[in-house]
């Protein structure tokens, strides 16, 4: 199996940081996209932000210019480092990695359970 674990959630005031981080481990042979997604109360998970195998970045508009996605292959490990929070920001926040867990095999999403992240004063 695959797991992903998310760290660096917590506590921010509005304008702070936060730098989130997600590790997957188990049975991978590959890893295409990797993914973060965030989920408010009484809404809808939503994307944040995306990064292929390849390095293409893709972001929601809320995420633009203040969000930078990025992964470190090697450690089958993705970022995500969060500027200028505001406090609509406030959400859990998900990491979604699509795993060939064998070669030949098809691609399969997995989900972290997620980290909280809220902003406030």
């Known amino acids: 199996q695959v797991q992903l674990v998310e760290s660096g959630g917590g506590l921010v005031q509005p304008g702070g940081s936060l730098r989130l981080s997600c590790a997957a481990s188990?049975?991978?042979?590959?890893?295409?996209?990797m993914a973060w997604y965030r989920q408010s109360p009484g809404k809808q998970r939503e994307l944040v932000a995306s990064i292929t195998s390849g390095g293409s970045t893709n972001y929601a508009d809320s995420a633009k210019v203040r969000f930078t996605i990025s992964r470190d292959s090697a450690k089958n490990t993705v970022y995500l480092q969060m500027d200028g929070l505001k406090s609509e920001d406030t959400a859990v926040y998900y990491c979604?990695?699509?795993?060939?867990?064998?070669?030949?095999?098809?691609?399969?999403?997995?989900w972290g359970r997620g980290t909280q992240v809220t902003v406030s004063s």
């Open positions: 979604n990695a699509a795993v060939r867990v064998r070669q030949n095999w098809s691609v399969t999403g997995f």
């Open positions: 188990g049975s991978i042979f590959s890893i295409n996209t």
